[in-house]
């Protein structure tokens, strides 16, 4: 089964004729989503890769069975069409998008929430189901072995290093989960636990994280107490100083909480091993499992 | 984007909160000018983008004009936490009754806005909530409905308020409030704020961040104020520039690499192998040959960089425009120290076949890389 | 039973200590309701004719077992005391006041609607159900004798003239409602229709209406299809001129609907009798009863 | 409030909505001016607040500056709905390849904002309603989300536009959404929007009403346009200063009652038994004596009035405080014509008692009141 995605999610490209949405649907329908429908406003009739665009996701509705929906619509806009889709009842939203204002954020995040829809990012490499052959996102779907073990992080490439890790070292991924880097995103760390906790497919869990809020910790509290399978954790940031910005947003650290220290110390306090490279993951995850 | 105590107190003041009399100088001279306008003892402040202000010696009060000019010359040649005072802002120095702080900023976990206020101001809210936590009072915004006036009040009966003080406090959270919505601010805290002997609310301090990522709103405030979003060197504002994240560190070894998560982990992992960082150098996502280019030219004008380790990881990136971006650095002769170049991802064969053509070495690992790099920078040193 | 306010109601007045809320305090306390308590920003711990006044709803919640909320709060702030109320879970909410924002309105109508509160008003006069002694309102309480008709309006005096005449014409009423006089009131004339309809206590109803807008005409739809006891109807307005702004937003003639001729012929269609003059409602109701 | 629609186009253009080149002029030589400005032929609008503005010959056509200026001065020179021309706007004469109607007002029935369009614009709005509602769109807004660019964008497809031109449309429906929301319009309609022949949108006409009861807040802007609120006689104005509604009429006989509902039953009573009513004057809730003696006072102002109809249904409104109101005005000898007098409800007793004591007159109900002022009024003629 996985979490979030499987094989009777049809995905709706938001976005679709820009350069992104359209090198990414290539992409999406090479690994084997099933991409039903595009949007971009004035585009409708057109056709990107076979995929049909529309001028709204109201008109792809009333034409196509779509479930889900990815973003790649640039910041200024992206809260608009992730309302739209809100409003058309796809879910999960993956929101693609860097920069979206964090007011945004907070209203789109609240209205999902109102009525029970999952938004993955903003700023996310999206989700992916290898068994099933389905992702939505930009992630190099071959990077990605089917398996058992769920992958959740906060960061893009970052994640892809360490699946690609485990692929090497024959360890598969049951479903892996870019949160996405803004502070404020959709799902939360702690919330993808939760998904993965009632997945029957999911024997361990990897936990990315990165300085910056406390997410991680949150997390750990809550595997100890309630999560009874393998947990591996890496935390990138060791070595940044206190204060400085190192790329986005959700790595500042402020106060004294969110240091890789005490995200570390957290994580081993609920007896998560943490790795010290991102290739130490996969021989942490052999042992524990 | 952090703005001045000044600054922010022209917001406030546009938006009707009671700040104390007075006016930014940027000269010894206007500093006088602004104590006689005052007309009474003033405070001298600096106005600097760093915290701590107090404790570097950056707030003097001043009894008559003459003193408020002494100290602005004083405060004017200051540098604060490595930055220059770029002025003093003199205004009437307040009759104590009662330091209050008050602040709104967004709470990541709930993903909503927060109101923050507590009876004991004047110190930092982080030391405050591990001394106090009971003295701070805190009340998330609904997304849908903002902070209301009744909830405003609330805050200020929570605090320990009572009477014709409940509304007075509140409408200083209204109004942040209001601000908050309207400049799209992360942070904005007024600490203190005071309560003078006679009864009045001032806000005696102001601090306010308007969210980088909604600057592209307030575009008509930016050039209003006449300055640039942040202070810069040459290196970072060519970072902003060509979007791309850039921090200057005390190492000499360059990290270059795609994405915030794997920069940092790059960093660390030269660290591990007993190297250090001068760069962390993040592409962002998608990053084309000449963007590569770009910015392996903006690490390379940082002095202390004495190697430049490239770690790719490609996803929406392609390994051969990386590749290419290196290559015509290396023609265009940007790179004068040792490269050290992993790259693996989408389209990597293209990629690592671009660089074996120009007899380019690259390594397959990130700890490979970071081992390689560290041992470079040994040699040359 | 009636409708709306009975025995177990138990009010709070907002605004307690302004001049109209100290004055109808006292009259609703003297007519019977269960005025428990008062909010005035700022004066907690006085008292309003021996009830207790609290800095804000919460407070006053944290000491009494209220239920229903009545407001005398200026026009700029009423919204905001209809919010506090609203989160608060008071229901029924009562607006006297008037000349309120419309756009407030919107909002505090819209809040209440997604809770299940019944909003009264703005503009109104208030609810009085005279079995029970209970009014929630400013209406005098003894033009309104004890009864089994339904007495609803948009117009505050209006109603008290009607009321008289059937209170002099012996007919007695079981709730009596005013839905205010603004363009956007909480409680429209076809969800109190509705109320009546299922109250076992209510035999007949009298609709007092007005020119402007159609709420008289849908809930004469209403009627005809789902109202089965006898209904008398009046409308103020008959020789109000095209388009001059009568008193209260309610009364504007906009376009072909709205007028008196329109919404007389609508209730006629619908087998309501409709008075020439207010003393005529008395004798019609006697005709249909 | 209503604005011209001159006032209204500059708040379009504040918000960035495209609108016809031109200028409002007060004089025939101004209007020379701004035809000279904008260098094409140009229309003359009369500006008004009033309807059908076209049809009562408010709007010409000019193709030179000098016949803009002839134009400018005859209808400089008009009454439109009997209210006098303030100014003209010129403005470039648009070559016109689609009129489309949209508008933004109060659904009272669902309690929300309204957003309407309609590809067949040019006409009013009701008309179009009647003859072909299919070609009518209309779209509630969330009171908690505000209207969305998505929702813009369908109510431009919904409308038949496709391509670019969903957007350029839908930005006046997001733009005309803003300025709802800033000014708290009631009702605001561009009609016609006007896409020309070269393709582009522009707003050839502007209604904008704010709604009065929110004027309080938008003090800055109605100090800005320095302009009183609404055009007013003498006794109107009274009226609003002392916050009583206050309407004329053609007849002879002055209704002075509380509550809107109550003072419109009392006209139709007067109307029912033969009588016309000349004024319609609601007091309000809870007046006092004062408050009586100014209505009354307004009423005798008008010089058709031929008797005076005190109806009043005591609730907030004490009959003691009536009665003394009308009192003082008999002494003060402001009362010239028959009154008849009808007053119950609270402290009914004691106000019949002071109308005893004075030797005036009064009536139980307002039946009788309305019959005996209409057989006072035929004596009198």
Do not use: R
């Given at each position: 089964m996985a979490i979030l995605v499987d094989k009777d999610t049809r995905v709706i490209v938001q976005g679709i004729t820009g350069g992104q949405g359209t090198f990414h649907s290539a992409a999406m329908l090479k690994y084997g989503t099933k991409v039903v429908a595009g949007t971009s406003p004035g585009k409708s009739g057109e056709e990107v890769h076979g995929i049909p665009v529309y001028d709204s996701i109201r008109e792809a509705k009333e034409a196509q069975d779509v479930t889900a929906s990815i973003i790649f619509i640039p910041a200024p806009y992206a809260g608009d069409a992730a309302l739209e889709a809100i409003a058309n009842d796809l879910d999960p939203i993956v929101i693609i998008t860097e920069h979206v204002p964090v007011k945004d954020e907070i209203r789109v995040i609240h209205e999902a929430k109102m009525k029970g829809i999952t938004i993955i990012g903003p700023n996310t490499p999206g989700v992916i189901t290898p068994r099933a052959k389905q992702?939505?996102?930009?992630?190099?779907?071959?990077?990605f072995a089917e398996g058992d073990v769920g992958l959740m992080s906060r960061s893009g490439t970052l994640t892809y290093e360490i699946a690609a890790g485990m692929t090497n070292a024959g360890i598969g991924i049951s479903t892996a989960l870019g949160l996405g880097g803004d502070p404020c995103v959709g799902l939360t760390t702690i919330e993808a636990v939760k998904m993965f906790k009632e997945d029957e497919d999911t024997k361990a869990l990897v936990l990315v994280g990165e300085i910056g809020g406390d997410a991680e910790e949150r997390a750990a509290v809550y595997i100890k107490e309630n999560y009874d399978l393998p947990v591996v954790g890496f935390i990138a940031g060791r070595t940044a100083p206190p204060g400085k910005r190192m790329g986005?947003?959700?790595a500042i650290i402020s106060g004294s909480t969110g240091t890789a220290a005490a995200k570390i110390k957290a994580m081993n306090d609920a007896g998560i091993a943490v790795a010290e490279k991102p290739s130490d993951v996969a021989r942490l995850l052999k042992e524990a499992m | 984007m952090k703005l001045f105590e000044y600054e922010a107190k022209d917001i406030f003041r546009a938006f009707k909160m009671p700040t104390p009399p007075g006016g930014v100088a940027r000269t010894p001279e206007e500093a006088r000018t602004r104590a006689i306008e005052v007309g009474k003892p003033v405070a001298v402040k600096a106005q600097v983008l760093a915290g701590k202000r107090g404790k570097a010696g950056g707030v003097k009060f001043a009894d008559t004009p003459e003193q408020a000019e002494k100290y602005a010359k004083e405060i004017l040649a200051m540098r604060i936490n490595d930055l220059p005072v770029e002025a003093v802002l003199i205004e009437e120095k307040l009759s104590i009754q009662q330091e209050i702080y008050v602040g709104i900023t967004v709470d990541r976990n709930e993903r909503k806005y927060i109101v923050i206020g507590s009876a004991a101001g004047g110190m930092s809210i982080e030391e405050l909530a591990e001394e106090s936590p009971e003295k701070i009072i805190k009340m998330h915004v609904d997304p849908d409905l903002g902070l209301q006036a009744y909830e405003a009040r609330e805050m200020a009966i929570a605090m320990g308020f009572r009477g014709k003080q409940i509304s007075q406090l509140g409408s200083f959270f209204l109004t942040l409030w209001n601000i908050v919505n309207a400049y799209d601010v992360e942070l904005t805290e007024i600490n203190p704020l005071i309560l003078t002997t006679d009864g009045r609310f001032l806000a005696a301090d102001a601090r306010l961040n308007i969210d980088d990522n909604s600057l592209y709103r307030h575009q008509d405030f930016i050039q209003k104020i006449k300055r640039e979003p942040v202070e810069q060197n040459d290196r970072e504002r060519m970072a902003t520039e060509n979007d791309m994240a850039y921090v200057e560190l005390d190492g000499n070894i360059a990290c270059i690499c795609n994405g915030a998560g794997l920069t940092m982990a790059t960093l660390d992992a030269v660290s591990l192998y007993g190297g250090k960082a001068s760069t962390f150098l993040d592409l962002g996502g998608g990053a084309d040959a000449k963007r590569v280019e770009k910015g392996i030219e903006i690490a390379m004008?940082?002095?202390?960089?004495?190697a430049i380790l490239v770690n790719i990881m490609g996803g929406i990136t392609r390994c051969d425009e990386v590749a290419k971006g290196i290559l015509s650095s290396r023609i265009d002769g940007d790179i004068t120290v040792p490269l050290v170049i992993r790259m693996v991802g989408t389209n990597e064969e293209e990629g690592q076949e671009i660089l074996r053509e120009a007899g380019i070495p690259f390594l397959k690992t990130m700890e490979e890389a970071a081992s390689k790099v560290v041992e470079l920078v040994k040699e040359v040193a």
């Open positions: 992702k939505i996102g930009i992630m190099p779907g071959h990077v986005h947003a959700g | 004008m940082y002095p202390k960089v004495k």
